[in-house]
């Protein structure tokens, strides 16, 4: 155990960092040691949902009120309270102070000797929906807890600051009901990177209409409020009373307490964790561990965090049971006992106990129900077809009659196999256009990729069926001409909710292929992770046809697997000890072309390797003033990184057949002048 490096106030970050896990407080003092993956993620999510321009709306709902700008604690501490000596103000990061607790609001409103307090928000809730925060003793829901603890010590600390006023609290939120007004609420933001601060400003009049729409709704949260000052426990860590939690992580802020280290099942996502092997800063997960255990070597195999899909990871724990090498059959289950029968595939216990199994042999060999598998290609038409989309949903709508956090697809890509395995990069679509709605454009782009045979069409988990399917309901009554036809042709392709009012059967259901991999194979270099980003190199490591086809030039643009970007790849590269490089690690720099004035304004974008980073290279094409040779580069970049996502599930596909011995499926011819590789 030990002390944060740097005392601190107990800000409302870190109060919420606190409650979840006290010990996170010192690994976040300590940044020169310690690497914090949300530094990062915070930001890019904020980006992608439109966090930064939801809190430009909500100041517009208080006219006049005065912005406390300064980051200096002292200043904006005299700046708010010479706001205050007015009866009636509206401040926006108002700076507030009681003992070692020092909170900026978003906004404050002072009416006379009462204080009303609006913690703002980018998360939606359904006003359709009584009490959506709540869980039946009255405390907030998991989903919840966060933004009400946070709201709960703002008030808290208002209060304590002024004891003789009245306050009240508020979460002010996006309200998934209401329906956007305009078209391109967005551009009357944009986003402004200082430094190492970003803000958004308003940069043209929001329009009256916008305002009482209703996007953004404040509701009342002071009896939830209540509920978290009277309840005896907090959080998964604490038990106390809510004042004696304050004390506590306001403590620990001022590095006269240390943290007492719990491990629980939630550490797996635990944001103190080393960005890569290179990293050259420390995980404090990593010190958690060895602290926590310090008589298992936890970090030499997988551990009960790596165990796919499992329950209990807070009872093994207590148990001081850590490395997955030391479970049985009973901390599993029963269906653990059962082997898998060939042609049935495996269920989540089955598959469980053959992860740890693996682990406790030390077998890094696939496991693959062939009769299974094959069973599933006699049911698929070919050419076969593999999509994926880049997607997101945005807090505040793009365009006229959207609700928010509503899918908007803006990209996709498609690689197609025909039956003698002949594979091409066939299509693919990008509308970065902030003054474009793309959904319509996409679904007829895709209509015209899917529509010229009946061939099976797979995807990689549920997501695309999900977009598709809230992208037919949007535009189910829209007055295009060709409407009919896109509906009949996305109802060929979606599967419809259990529990959707309309209900329909797909003539070309969607395969997905996370589902295979789920019941029919197992690849133990995934440690437990189905995640395409982690199934891709495992499949790679796998199967001696791939790394020996995808070893040569045979993918580019002239080349015997064309596409439609890159102009000769070899995918297969090697690590040190011999093992295949994950293809995604060798995505090429996009900014590596543009002059250096060029490269400062993407700092942070040079790499689109997964989805988040691709939404937020989405989102800056959308909000912000880029050149032309800026935005070349990030949809370059974009395009590059959806074709590997189509491609892996190709490599997927194939590393199968390899596996199974299908050479005939496989077989080929290569590149002009090139015999067809032997197996
Ligand atoms: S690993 Fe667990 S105990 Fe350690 S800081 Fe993270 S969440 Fe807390």
Redesign the pocket.
Do not use: A, S, T, V
């Given at each position: 155990m030990s002390l944060v490096k740097t005392p601190r106030t107990l800000s409302k970050s870190r109060f919420v960092m606190g409650l979840?896990?006290p010990?996170?407080l010192v690994?976040a003092s300590d940044t020169q040691t310690y690497r914090n993956l949300n530094d990062e993620n915070s930001f890019l999510k904020s980006l992608s949902e439109g966090g930064f321009q939801v809190g430009e709306l909500a100041k517009a709902h208080f006219p006049g009120g005065h912005d406390v700008t300064t980051l200096d604690q002292a200043e904006a501490l005299a700046e708010t309270a010479a706001l205050l000596e007015n009866d009636n103000v509206a401040i926006f990061e108002a700076a507030i102070q009681f003992e070692n607790c020092f909170i900026r609001l978003d906004v404050l409103e002072k009416i006379g000797d009462r204080f009303r307090l609006h913690e703002v928000k980018a998360k939606s809730f359904d006003s359709a929906e009584d009490r959506p925060f709540l869980k039946k003793d009255g405390m907030p829901n998991s989903d919840w807890e966060p933004y009400c603890y946070d709201v709960a010590f703002q008030k808290w600390v208002v209060q304590r600051a002024f004891p003789d006023s009245n306050v009240t609290a508020n979460l002010m939120l996006v309200d998934k009901q209401a329906v956007c007004p305009i078209d391109g609420l967005n551009q009357c933001f944009r986003i402004i990177r200082e430094q190492k601060r970003t803000t958004a400003e308003q940069v043209k009049p929001i329009p009256e209409s916008v305002l009482a729409a209703g996007l953004l709704k404040s509701i009342p949260v002071d009896d939830i409020c209540d509920a978290i000052y009277n309840a005896g426990s907090h959080g998964k860590r604490y038990r106390g009373t809510f004042v004696d939690l304050v004390r506590g992580l306001s403590s620990i802020c001022e590095g006269t307490r240390e943290p007492a280290?719990?491990?629980?099942g939630?550490?797996k996502n635990?944001e103190?964790k080393r960005l890569n092997d290179q990293d050259p800063l420390a995980a404090?997960?990593d010190t958690?561990v060895r602290q926590a255990f310090p008589t298992v070597s936890a970090n030499t195999g997988e551990t009960v965090f790596d165990l796919w899909d499992y329950r209990k990871k807070d009872d093994l724990l207590a148990q001081g049971v850590i490395n997955l090498v030391q479970l049985t059959e009973d901390d599993i289950g029963s269906d653990a006992h059962d082997a898998p029968t060939p042609g049935h595939g495996v269920n989540r216990q089955q598959r469980q106990w053959m992860q740890v199994k693996k682990a406790k042999s030390r077998d890094g060999t696939a496991w693959l129900d062939t009769a299974a598998w094959k069973a599933e290609i006699n049911s698929w038409t070919y050419p076969l077809h593999f999509i994926d989309f880049e997607t997101t949903r945005v807090a505040l709508p793009f365009f006229k009659g959207q609700t928010p956090y509503q899918s908007v697809a803006f990209q996709f890509s498609h690689h197609e196999v025909d039956a003698q395995g002949h594979i091409r990069h066939a299509d693919q679509f990008l509308c970065a256009d902030a003054r474009l709605n793309p959904n319509i454009e996409f679904v007829r782009a895709l209509k015209r990729a899917l529509s010229g045979d009946d061939g099976t069409v797979f995807m990689y988990s549920p997501h695309e069926n999900t977009t598709l399917r809230d992208i037919l309901f949007e535009i189910w009554d829209a007055p295009e001409p060709d409407i009919e036809e896109l509906k009949a042709f996305l109802m060929s392709l979606v599967k419809p909710s259990n529990y959707g009012v309309r209900q329909w059967s797909p003539s070309r259901p969607m395969v997905d292929q996370l589902e295979l991999v789920k019941q029919f194979l197992y690849l133990p270099a995934t440690h437990g992770s189905n995640s395409l980003k982690y199934v891709l190199p495992a499949i790679l490591n796998a199967s001696d046809y791939l790394q020996s086809r995808y070893s040569r030039p045979v993918y580019g643009k002239h080349k015997a697997i064309p596409s439609l970007n890159l102009e000769e790849r070899v995918w297969i590269h090697r690590e040190h000890d011999g093992s295949v490089q994950n293809p995604y690690l060798a995505l090429p720099n996009l900014v590596a072309d543009l002059p250096a004035d060029e490269q400062t304004a993407l700092e942070g974008m040079e790499m689109i390797r997964e989805g988040g980073a691709a939404l937020s290279a989405y989102s800056r094409l959308m909000y912000e003033d880029l050149t032309a040779t800026q935005r070349a580069a990030i949809e370059k970049g974009l395009l590059e990184y959806c074709e590997l996502d189509t491609l892996a599930m190709v490599f997927l596909h194939q590393g199968v057949l390899d596996l199974m011995g299908d050479d005939q499926a496989l077989s080929t011819d290569e590149e002009a002048g090139n015999e067809p590789l032997a197996l």
């Open positions: 979840k896990c010990q996170k690994y280290i719990q491990m629980l939630d550490c635990c103190f404090g997960f958690c």
